[in-house]
């Protein structure tokens, strides 16, 4: 079975930091795209930012650029997001997702993991 399990999340002060973790198994992480969606409370799911498969290139929503990095480890079958000057407006629950192809614009994934829970107070 695939399975995403998605880790890092807690609440910081704005300004702060988090790191999400992203462990992948039971496919083949190097031929997979990685990224990490959000979903706040009455709104719909959105793109943060992905990680391709090789050659390797990261992509960033234009509300996270500058702030947010994403990163892969191929031997630990991991994805990393350092998210650091945190706002209020990223409070979302954020998501991993998987799949050949993933565009941040479209909220579809072959597959994804559960949520993991991020509050940034002001």
């Known amino acids: 079975d695939v399975q995403l399990q998605a880790s890092g999340g807690g609440s910081v002060q704005a300004g702060g930091s988090l790191r999400l973790s992203c462990e992948v198994s039971g496919l083949l992480f190097v031929d997979y795209t990685i990224g990490w969606f959000r979903e706040a409370p009455g709104k719909e799911r959105e793109g943060v930012a992905m990680i391709s498969r090789r050659p390797t290139s990261a992509h960033y929503v234009d509300a996270v650029k500058g702030r947010f990095t994403i990163s892969r480890d191929n031997a630990k079958n991991t994805v990393y997001l350092q998210m650091n000057s945190l706002k209020p407006e990223d409070t979302a629950e954020y998501y991993c997702?998987?799949?050949?192809?993933?565009?941040?614009?479209?909220?579809?994934?072959?597959?994804w993991g559960q949520g993991t829970q991020v509050t940034v107070s002001s």
């Open positions: 997702a998987a799949a050949k192809w993933l565009e941040l614009s479209i909220p579809r994934s072959d597959y």
